[in-house]
């Protein structure tokens, strides 16, 4: 089925979108939660440790100070940062100083002791300068909070804690008893590796994400597209084509699931519509409409149109019975056109001859117009029809209308005297001749021109009755010369 | 009659739902009884020590803690105070408060190992006054000083024979410190407040 192209991409699209915001949506976020909650586990794990790592250094530092041996704490310093360069640690007076910078701990451990147990150390350089991280203002007051935080500096991430190191009750001895907190333990531990693979796996698993998320939509659609959009469209516009008179086309199908099926129910359907369809030009319109309707017979007033072929039995005897038929078909179907063009319903051909009826108040006007056009019509064409003409008889009256004959086999057609009048009339017609009766006539207005009356003996009927010649100013001589009686 | 069911019946669980959704009222440790409870100690703690500096400290623990035993525990004494045990240390503005002045602040030791905020099995908590709001304390620093309680450290008996004493600087029968003076350790203190301690 071609051109349906524009359809079928706007429900490609919308099926993708769905699928991709589904996805997006969906599983994005259950991928985003995951990593967060990932991230934030790696986080926790690495301040446990960090937390563990400041916790052994405080009870380290706490073991040096007992017996007065801080230098080793400073060297115990120096040697954790050789190991573990991606470490530091430092120890900061509650004021902020560094540690071991100068003598001032020394010197009051000696006058709290009341002797010069510890000697002034020389030539003691700072290195350091104080924190100026907000953390430590927090880690020093009283009472003081451990802080744990993480710092980004000169293209490196750290995690860094400040853990408060307490003058407990055993150091006041030394320390003396009027602060709570000697000082600041600071360990930085240099995570630049591990953020940086993070940042890696998390730009890896979004683009990994986006690519699965793009084939998974790409496969998906193009697998609804094929199994689902495609033949649906075709149904569609199958369909389309049937609403519009055509049914040629056919949804092509392989399938054995409900689409296949409703695929075969469609050309099912479509064939038997394209059968009927077929079947309408057999049958007049007032049988559609009364199939529509489901009218019951009735009693309606109707102008009744026969036209017969003139000569047509002799003509059958001489020509082969192809041309007959061509010329028949083609005089038949002229005949029909016309009586279309004017409103007419076609009730029956039989034979050569055809039954028509008119309904409506210019019935009878727009008969005679039919007839005075298939006239003409046989006039001009006489050599296409091999001479050939016909003869017409109108009548206007009370019929009944509806469906006659039985259960299996019925025509819908119109019965009564008006129709046997007609049949009657167009019977003593002669080629190219119009006989009316005097109800169709008068119903006919004054626009067309009558010869007559005449008194025909109809067949059937006891008394003579008044008809009339429409003139169609074809040949005056043919419709002068009526064989019914004289005016 | 269907609909007004179904209507009680929604409001009845909407209630529900929203005490269910309701936070918990907090658990008061300072028992308002407390300032009836017996001293840990007759030593004067108006000296000063980091943490509370030289404000004056008066500790008080209820009935239950006083029923603890020290008990062998190889070659040490072990003392372990009884679930439940609460010591209300009151601590005022000053070394030497007024007659009558009262606490600033309440520092509560409640022994509850259960709790999932405990260290070493006990509740650090504190109760800012005149607010009365309880805080449990959930970083280190009073299990971090406490822990000398449980080695030699510089307060009454000094712990020489380094007993575990379940963070308990001063436990029953410990105290060789200076006694309370009615002037100066506690506004209108009396010597029967000391819970069985001679």
């Known amino acids: 089925m071609a051109g349906q192209s524009p359809r079928r991409t706007r429900l490609a699209i919308k099926v993708n979108l769905i699928l991709v915001v589904t996805l997006a949506v969906g599983v994005g976020l259950i991928l985003a939660a995951f990593a967060a909650n990932l991230i934030a586990s ?139 907190v000697r000082g600041v333990i600071d360990i930085r531990s240099d995570i630049t590796d591990e953020a940086r693979g993070q940042t890696i796996i998390l730009a890896g698993a979004g683009a990994g994400f986006f690519l699965v998320v793009s084939l998974l939509a790409f496969v998906i659609g193009a697998f609804l597209r094929r199994v689902v959009i495609g033949p649906v469209n075709t149904i569609g516009l199958v369909c389309s084509g049937v609403a519009a008179g055509r049914f040629e086309g056919r949804v092509a199908t392989r399938s054995d699931d409900e689409i296949g099926d409703l695929a075969r129910t469609v050309n099912t359907m479509v064939e038997g519509l394209e059968e009927r369809f077929k079947l309408t030009k057999y049958v007049s319109a007032g049988t559609l409409g009364a199939l529509r309707a489901g009218e019951e017979p009735k009693r309606v007033t109707r102008t009744l149109l026969f036209t017969d072929v003139r000569g047509f039995t002799s003509y059958t005897e001489g020509h082969p019975p192809e041309r007959v038929v061509e010329v028949l078909n083609a005089l038949l179907d002229s005949q029909a056109r016309i009586i ?42 006489g050599v296409e029809s091999d001479g050939l003409s016909v003869g017409m008889g109108i009548a206007s009256g009370s019929v009944i209308l509806g469906m006659v004959g039985s259960a299996r086999r019925a025509d819908y057609t119109v019965i009564g005297d008006a129709v046997n009048v007609a049949s009657r009339l167009c019977s003593l017609a002669k080629a190219g001749q119009v006989v009316v009766d005097s109800g169709a006539k008068s119903e006919a207005g004054p626009g067309l021109s009558f010869k007559g009356p005449f008194g025909a003996k109809l067949k059937g009927k006891e008394k003579p009755r008044e008809v009339w010649i429409l003139l169609t100013s074809t040949d005056d001589d043919a419709q002068g010369n009526f064989k019914g009686g004289k005016p | ?137 959930t970083g280190n620093f009073c299990i971090t000083c406490h822990a000398n309680a449980n080695e030699k450290h510089p307060y009454a008996d000094k712990n020489l024979k380094e007993e575990f004493r379940d963070y308990v600087f001063f436990v029953p029968g410990r105290d060789n410190g200076r006694p309370a003076s009615a002037s100066g350790a506690s506004p209108g203190a009396t010597a029967s407040e000391y819970g069985g301690v001679p």
């Not at chain 2, 509560?108 to 650090?124: H, S, T, V, Y």
Request: hydrophobic share 35%; net charge positive; with cysteine.
């Open chain 1, 42 to 180: 790696r986080d926790q794990i690495t301040r446990r440790f960090l937390k563990q790592e400041a916790n052994d250094l405080y009870t380290s530092i706490e073991n040096f100070m007992i017996p007065g041996e801080a230098p080793l704490a400073v060297k115990f310093f120096a040697q954790v940062q050789a190991v573990n360069p991606g470490s530091r640690i430092l120890l900061f007076r509650q004021n902020g100083n560094f540690a071991f910078s100068d003598n001032t701990t020394i010197s009051r451990v000696n006058t709290n002791l009341g002797t010069a147990k510890f000697r002034p150390r020389e030539g003691i350089v700072t290195t350091v300068s104080m924190p100026s991280k907000p953390g430590f203002a927090q880690a020093a007051a009283t009472p003081p909070a451990e802080r744990f935080f993480r710092e980004d500096e000169g293209g490196r991430s750290y995690f860094r804690a400040y853990r408060p190191l307490i003058n407990l009750p055993k150091c006041t001895v030394c320390h003396g008893s009027d602060h709570t």
């Open chain 2, 1 to 137: 009659m269907k609909r007004n069911r179904k209507g009680l019946a929604l409001a009845i669980g909407a209630v529900l739902l929203a005490l269910s959704c309701a936070p918990k009222a907090p658990e008061v440790y300072a028992s308002p009884e407390y300032p009836t409870w017996a001293r840990t100690t007759r030593t004067v703690l108006d000296y000063p020590i980091p943490g509370h500096m030289n404000r004056l400290r008066i500790p008080r623990m209820n009935a239950l803690g006083f029923t603890a035993t020290p008990l062998a525990d190889g070659d040490r004494q072990r003392w372990d105070f009884p679930e439940d045990t609460v010591i209300v240390k009151e601590v005022y503005a000053s070394a030497k408060p007024a007659a009558g002045e009262r606490p600033v602040q309440l520092t509560i030791m409640a022994k509850d190992p259960k709790d999932p905020r405990a260290q070493g099995g006990w509740l650090w908590i504190t109760k800012d006054l005149p607010d009365g709001k309880e805080t449990v304390f």
């Open chain 1, 340 to 381: 279309h063009e004017n409103g007419g319903d076609i009730d029956k051909f039989v034979g050569d001859e055809i039954v028509s009826y008119f309904q409506d108040e210019d019935a009878s006007l727009r008969a005679c117009r039919s007839a005075v056009a298939i006239a003409r019509f046989c006039a001009g064409h």
